[in-house]
């Protein structure tokens, strides 16, 4: 069949296939705001694990994508039109993976699990967790807010804040900018079945491309001192509009290319017929 024919079948199975990856397996993730300065930046895009969590619990020092509560409030707003084509466009981007963030979508760092008692800060300026001291070198000391501001509740404006104990089935999660970051310090802890996915790598720009594995600290200390509570394990989460890498022109140029393999191999036989 020439190309002209054959380009309708392709573009279904381009748009399936990025509909099927976008839902069940990687999702990416547009980064709007400061919170997690330094270790994200704003305009980042990040790819999320979707599955890894339908098989284990989270753990301390992950960076995790999550719905918010009605408790949290969205960090940035943008005006969205309400016509009938830029709702249809919305609506599709969303299905292949090119649609804007959802505005009660975030992204922080889990510091605390059930049963973990959260506090800031110690003598050296740490959050503590089970009274145990956190070296956090990924933190800026640029970006940590006066430790003479004293808490205030419902604020996030004082790194400081009174002893949470984290309940069943929740996370304690922050951000890396403490100055700027609204997160549970001020709206509270979030379920874990409201986990989008594990954030694992930057992709884009190309110069900000690493790997967002979890920070030694962390992972010594979970070593040290295991989650004193079970976690609650993490259901069937509903698909949130937040991904911002387009995977339907890739799927479809690899689907074009193996067409155009197929094409170059039978005309191959048919010469040496």
């Known amino acids: 069949m020439p190309l002209w024919q054959e380009l309708p079948l392709l573009l279904v199975v381009a748009f ?14 547009y980064i709007p705001s400061g919170s997690m300065q330094s270790t994200l930046e704003i305009k980042d895009r990040v790819l999320v694990n979707k599955v890894v969590y339908d098989m284990r619990d989270p753990l301390r020092g992950e960076i995790v994508v999550f719905r918010g509560t009605e408790n ?93 104990t984290v309940p069943p089935g929740q996370m304690f999660v922050m951000g890396d900018h403490r100055e700027v970051s609204q997160d549970a310090r001020c709206q509270g802890p979030v379920p874990i079945d409201n986990i989008i996915g594990r954030a694992f790598v930057v992709v884009w720009p190309s110069e900000h491309f690493t790997g967002l594995d979890i920070p030694d600290v962390w992972q010594q200390f979970g070593e040290q001192y295991p989650a004193a509570a079970s976690a609650h394990p993490v259901k069937a989460r509903e698909s949130a509009p937040i991904v911002a890498v387009d995977l339907f022109p890739l799927l479809f140029g690899v689907v074009l290319s193996a067409r155009s393999g197929m094409s170059f191999a039978t005309r191959r036989r048919r010469l040496r017929a």
């Open 16 to 29: 399936c296939l990025a509909v099927l990856i976008r839902t069940f397996l990687v999702q990416a993730f």
């Open 72 to 164: 949290w409030v969205p960090e940035v707003t943008e005006p969205v039109s309400d016509a009938f084509l830029a709702k249809l466009g919305r609506t599709i981007g969303d299905l292949v993976g090119v649609s804007r963030p959802g505005e009660k979508d975030f992204i922080k760092r889990v510091i605390g699990l059930p049963g973990d008692k959260v506090a800031c800060c110690d003598e050296k300026g740490r959050i503590t967790v089970n009274g145990v001291g956190i070296d956090e070198e990924y933190i800026d000391e640029g970006f940590n807010s006066d430790l003479s501001q004293p808490p205030i509740p419902g604020q996030c404006t004082s790194r400081r804040f009174t002893e949470v």
